[in-house]
Each structure stands twice: as structure tokens, then as C-alpha cells.
């Protein structure tokens, strides 16, 4: 199973107090064993609000999803992905037509 991993963070302030970019990354490398997946590469948006999805690690993971090259996409809180349901279903509704499911540590979600 091929994953990609997806982090984020939109202040400094963010980074220094408690979901660093370090912590989340951790956090996704530990799942990634956890499910026995190949932990291809770590998608990073450093100073991006989560407002909309419009940010340059955001279009790289789409991107891969869409070139069906991921199997999963690990996060360590839905928060990192989107504050929007919205956005966060038509997410989900876009990875589960191209077969690829969503894990997320946090919330101990998995889609798949």
C-alpha cells in the first residue's frame, strides 16, 4: 500500500505549540507502520490556513490522488486537512472515487 502523508500548519504560533510540523510528522510516520503502508512521501504546507484548499501541498496531494498514485492518505487531525465539512466531503467523495481512503490518528478514522 503506497501512502502519502499530508501535514500542516498555518501560524508559527501553531508550529511551537503542540501540532509542529515535527509532532504531525511523527505522528503520520507511526501509522504508516502501524498500517504496514510505504510511506512514500510527506506533503508539508507550512503558513497555510486550512480555509479553503487552495494551497501548494494541497494541489500536490490532489494531484497525486487524481494520478492514481497513492493508495492512502495518512493526517494526524482532520483540522490539518480542512476546517470545512464541506470541503472535507467533497475530499472525501474525490479520494473514494479514485479507491483511495483517509486515515486520520486523532480521530482514529479510516476509510478504507
Do not use: C, H, W
Not at 22 to 27: D, G, I, R, Y
Amino acid at each position: 500500500m503506497k501512502a502519502i502523508g499530508y501535514i500542516r500548519v498555518s501560524t508559527e504560533k501553531q508550529a511551537d505549540f503542540g501540532v509542529s510540523l515535527e509532532a504531525q510528522e511523527a505522528k503520520i510516520r507511526a501509522m504508516a507502520v502501524v498500517q504496514g503502508a510505504d510511506l512514500a512521501e510527506v506533503i508539508i504546507d507550512a503558513g497555510e490556513s486550512a480555509k479553503s484548499l487552495n494551497r501548494p501541498g494541497m494541489e500536490r496531494l490532489l494531484s497525486l490522488v487524481d494520478a492514481g498514485a497513492v493508495n492512502t492518505v495518512i493526517i494526524a487531525k482532520l483540522d490539518r486537512l480542512t476546517r470545512s465539512v464541506k470541503d472535507l466531503a467533497e475530499l472525501l467523495e474525490r479520494f473514494t472515487k479514485r479507491g483511495v481512503s483517509l486515515v486520520s490518528v486523532a480521530e482514529s478514522l479510516d476509510t478504507g
